[in-house]
């Protein structure tokens, strides 16, 4: 019996032999099972088998598969040379994760948010939409994740409330590198998410860094965004409740200069720093946000104006912020109509209109 050092769990697991090992943990947790997965074995089969309290943990290789987890206390993990890639092209099931697009699904339903799933130290990539895709989940934790050159996201979250989202690289995604939304489905109000965090990611080469759409309490800390079209968005429509009560704080934002072009939903992006529109009641806080630079109706530092559909962006505080070197200006504010909005103590240059900084 050989020892292995296993990355994220509490304690030292035997592996069994050379095919798929089945490992109880050490003494104290006696009913949980670390299934170890190996280069060219089935990590879904592995979930499959995994009772709550259970890791799956895949091992340095190449696995050219989808993974589905819809089980309370699951936790997927791997070192950073395990990667999940899409399978070769053939049918696939419809509605299935692989069918959607996607690499790794953690999917509850409407009655019954699957609870406490962690993902780890894996790599996806190459998929057609979402590198990491959850829906309807409850103290969902994704941790040292690397999401690169997916098509839509690279990590994303709906329905979901409780989450934390930390240490994440996601970079070169075809839209955010993290996204989180109420629903994407369907124009509905603004849900709480009952304290979910995003903290201490590395953003980079996307269309925008960090999406925020129709949620409550959240808190934005300590990410690195550099070389996006566009770092942070928070984004409300016209329903009720607003989007909004969002701590923006902490944040390293620089040089967000790619160019992307315009969408049937959004105006072409370059030089955009943290945006607000259609959000209420947010903080935006100790952010150290220069070089930004664009020509785009989104340019700037930090930047409030009327959602799409246009609502107002109101009562929101914009306080203690290190900005410099932002085009058109640090500080840009469209939104005429906006109520309640201040600014506070930021280090800056140049706003507009002139006299915020």
């Not at 690279?154 to 994440?168: C, D, F, K, P």
């Not at 945006?275 to 020509?295: K, M, P, Q, Y």
Request: aromatic share 2%; with cysteine; glycine share 12%.
């Amino acid at each position: 019996m050989t020892k292995c050092h296993v990355l994220y769990l509490a304690c030292t697991a035997a592996i069994v032999g050379t095919g798929l090992g089945a490992a109880p943990a050490a003494a104290g947790h006696p009913h949980h099972v670390t299934h170890v997965v190996r280069q060219g074995q089935s990590i879904q089969k592995a979930v499959d088998a995994a009772a709550p309290g259970d890791t799956v943990y895949v091992t340095a290789g190449t696995y050219r598969e989808s993974v589905t987890v819809a089980t309370d206390g699951v936790t997927l993990a791997g070192g950073p040379r395990a990667v999940l890639r899409p399978a070769p092209v053939k049918k696939k099931a419809v509605g299935t994760c692989a069918a959607d697009g996607n690499g790794i699904c953690v999917t509850g339903t409407k009655d019954h948010k699957v609870k406490n799933v962690t993902v780890a130290g894996l790599t996806v990539t190459g998929f057609t939409r979402n590198g990491v895709y959850a829906t309807a989940t409850d103290k969902l934790t994704v941790r040292q994740v690397t999401a690169e050159k997916n098509g839509v996201w690279g990590i994303a979250t709906e329905a979901s409330e409780r989450t934390v989202l930390r240490g994440n690289t996601a970079r070169d995604n075809g839209d955010a590198g993290l996204f989180l939304a109420n629903t994407v489905k369907e124009e509905q109000g603004a849900t709480d998410t009952r304290g979910t965090q995003v903290l201490g990611n590395r953003l980079e080469g996307n269309r925008i860094g960090v999406t925020v759409r129709r949620l409550r309490d959240l808190t934005v800390a300590r990410n690195q965004m550099t070389g996006n079209c566009a770092a942070v968005f928070v984004v409300g429509d016209e329903n009720k409740p607003k989007a909004g009560r969002v701590t923006v704080r902490d944040n390293r934002i620089v040089a967000n200069n790619k160019s992307c072009p315009k969408t049937a939903r959004l105006d072409a992006l370059q030089g955009t720093g943290i945006v607000l529109t259609g959000a209420e009641d947010s903080v935006i806080t100790r952010n150290v946000i220069r070089d930004n630079a664009g020509t785009s109706s989104l340019s700037g530092g930090i930047v409030l104006l009327k959602s799409f559909v246009g609502t107002t962006s109101d009562r929101n505080r914009i306080s203690d912020n290190t900005l410099s070197g932002n085009s058109p200006a640090d500080l840009v504010v469209t939104d005429t109509e906006g109520k309640g909005n201040t600014f506070e103590r930021n280090s800056c240059k140049a706003s507009k209109p002139a006299g915020l900084c």
